[in-house]
């Protein structure tokens, strides 16, 4: 697959809440998944600790109000979309989350992706 339909594929797993199998389908086994300064866990390798990344947040999520993902922008191996969250976080009060994902693609695969928010003070 081209960088293009990689993040076409991306967007539409996210945009129906299918993370999990955009995991599955698009991630390289080699996957190194950043998240910003602050974050509980800043680098992620592997796609078996990846999808165990995703099960965590999963646990960690009361409710999700809604979602919006970006069309993506494409250049080279890489391409970027926002995505927008109203979530309520297991005893946390409702919170609106916004941020910029990038990911690289080698061979039809995501290799790739980095995380760009201000991480929840947690108090």
Known sequence: ?????????????????QFAEAIQNLYG????SVEPDGA???ETKGLDAVIAKGQQFNDMVE????????????ADKFFSCT???????????????????????EDGKIVREEFFFTPMQHG
């Open 1 to 17: 697959m081209t960088t293009q339909e990689v993040a076409g594929q991306l967007v539409n797993y996210c945009r129906q809440g």
């Open 29 to 32: 086994q080699n996957i190194v």
């Open 40 to 42: 509980p866990v800043k």
């Open 63 to 74: 409710e999700i109000h809604g979602m919006e993902i970006s069309d993506p922008i494409v």
């Open 83 to 105: 995505m927008k969250m109203d979530v309520t976080f297991k005893g946390s009060p409702r919170t609106n989350m916004h941020e910029v994902c990038v990911y690289k693609v």
